[in-house]
């Protein structure tokens, strides 16, 4: 009898989420292509990373990323 172990498999937080592009996320956040470049460039819009030479978004983490900027916006006019 053997006594092998399968290997756990890393768990992966965005398993069931969908890869959007740049200009994907320009057109659900409302906002030019140059702008989302600029908050990237800042460090201040949805975050992002690169394969190869594209830039991708998590939709769960610009969702993610618009509620914050809603609740935040509710709290400074508090």
Known sequence: M??????????TLHADD??????????????????????RHLGTGPRSFRIGRSVRYWRTEVFAWLDDQASSDRQSVV
């Open 2 to 11: 053997s006594n092998t172990r399968r290997a756990a498999l890393p768990v």
């Open 18 to 39: 969908e890869l959007l592009t740049i200009q994907e996320v320009a057109d659900l956040v409302r906002v030019p292509v140059a702008t989302l470049r600029y908050w």
